[in-house]
């Protein structure tokens, strides 16, 4: 199997860099992505993860949803991070700093804000974000 020059970390991976809680862990992580930091590898953090470390984040480690998202952001503007929607997903993160809405409904609220298509939903939180009313 030929290697990839795109690397996909896992939510474990990307929580033990930002919460530095496992030795271990954390200095092979830091090396990952001061290589992805720097350019020198290639990385895509999924929507997925991204929403994922919000929640471990937030909800199993108490951690306020600015401390949060404001880590997540700064890694989307690491040099070799290759995301195709890196634009949509540091809007997702404000909104999710400035906002009471979930991870899933902030990422839908600025894919809408962009243009990227219509939401359908019976949830006015949503509907409001959507429309820029929060």
Same mark, same amino acid.
């Given at each position: ?21 496992? $030795?271990?862990?954390? @200095? @092979? $992580?830091?090396?990952?992505?001061? +290589? ?20 471990? &984040? ?9 401390? !949060?998202?404001?880590?997540? @952001? ?6 070799? &991070? ?5 634009? !949509?997903?540091?809007? !997702? &993160? ?15 609220? @600025? ?13 006015? +939180? &949503? ?8």
């Amino acid at each position: 199997m030929k290697k990839s020059e795109r690397v996909f970390p896992d939510t474990n991976v990307v929580i033990r860099y930002l919460l530095q809680d496992n $030795a271990e862990q954390f @200095a @092979a $992580a830091e090396s990952f992505f001061e +290589e992805v930091r720097i350019g020198k590898k290639r990385a895509v953090i999924l929507e997925s993860v991204i929403v994922e470390c919000l929640y471990v &984040l937030t909800k199993f480690y108490g951690i306020p949803r600015e401390e !949060a998202a404001g880590p997540l @952001a700064e890694l989307l503007s690491y040099k070799g &991070l290759v995301n195709d929607d890196t634009d !949509a997903l540091a809007d !997702a &993160l404000k909104l999710f700093s400035d906002s009471k809405l979930d991870p899933v409904d902030c990422v839908l609220a @600025a894919r809408h804000r962009r243009g990227e298509g219509d939401i359908y939903t019976f949830d006015r +939180e &949503l509907q409001n974000a959507a429309t820029g009313k929060i």
